[in-house]
Every structure is written in structure tokens, then in C-alpha cells.
């Protein structure tokens, strides 16, 4: 148990880390209580990090990268999170389905020709309420 733990402890220590190396240090400043960053490496691994200023906490959510670039799916993202946040669920899981909702989308059309007319997400909408 201790164990466990300690390493929730460094993975919260290796999230702040990466926010200060990542964030200019006026963000506070300019209003922003809570910031999602897609796209980060901490240790190596992909993953998005979060600070919930409601919860007063970091969080790290690690994934696997498809090698397949879409174009708008950060709109799409910012889009389901926000849905989620509306919705009053926590910054954390709202990240975390967001996350799913784009991974499945990307996996459904990895196979498309041109991935710059992006996903046509009118062909994924039950992924929206998954």
C-alpha cells in the first residue's frame, strides 16, 4: 500500500513538473484556474495532464499514439470536454472521455484517404454519448 502510494506521489510530482516546464508562470495570472495540455511526454510516455482548480488537483492520463494525423480533432476534443464540463462532470473524467471519443473516432477513419478534410464526425455522433 505504501508503495502505491509513493508512486501516485512521484506521478503527481513528474504532472507538476511538467506544467511548470510547460506553462508560462503569469497563467495564474491571466485567469486560468484549470488547463488541460494534449499531447505531453513525462517519462517517456504520451499522455495528457491536467490541473483541476475546482479539486485543487493534477491528474495524468496516459495513451497509446495512433500514427494517423487528423485535421480539427483538438476542436473535437475541446468540444466533448466541454460538453462534459457542462454537464458538470468532473475536468478529469470530461478529459478522459473526451480522450476515448477522439481515439475511437480516429481508429474508425484511420483508413481514410484524405485525413485532411479531417473526420467527418456526423458518421461517429453515438460516440458523443458513449
Known amino acids: 500500500m505504501g508503495l502505491v502510494q509513493q508512486f501516485e506521489g512521484h506521478a503527481l510530482r513528474i504532472v507538476a513538473l511538467e506544467f511548470r516546464r510547460k506553462f508560462p508562470p503569469n497563467m495564474h495570472e491571466m485567469g486560468a484556474k484549470s488547463v488541460v495540455v494534449t499531447s505531453a511526454k513525462v517519462d517517456g510516455e504520451n499522455c495528457v495532464v491536467?490541473?483541476?482548480?475546482?479539486?485543487?488537483?493534477?491528474f495524468r492520463i496516459s495513451f497509446d499514439l495512433i500514427p494517423v494525423r487528423?485535421?480539427?480533432?483538438?476542436?473535437?476534443?475541446?468540444?466533448?470536454?466541454?460538453?462534459?464540463?457542462?454537464?458538470?462532470?468532473?475536468?478529469?473524467?470530461?478529459?478522459?472521455?473526451?480522450?476515448?471519443a477522439v481515439r475511437t473516432m480516429i481508429d474508425r477513419n484511420r483508413d481514410k484517404e484524405d485525413k485532411y478534410l479531417g473526420i467527418p464526425i456526423e458518421t461517429c455522433l453515438e460516440v458523443l454519448d458513449e
Open 70 to 100: 487528423f485535421v480539427g480533432t483538438g476542436d473535437i476534443f475541446a468540444a466533448v470536454m466541454l460538453g462534459r464540463l457542462v454537464d458538470g462532470v468532473p475536468l478529469q473524467e470530461s478529459t478522459h472521455r473526451a480522450m476515448d
Open 50 to 58: 491536467g490541473y483541476d482548480g475546482t479539486e485543487g488537483e493534477f
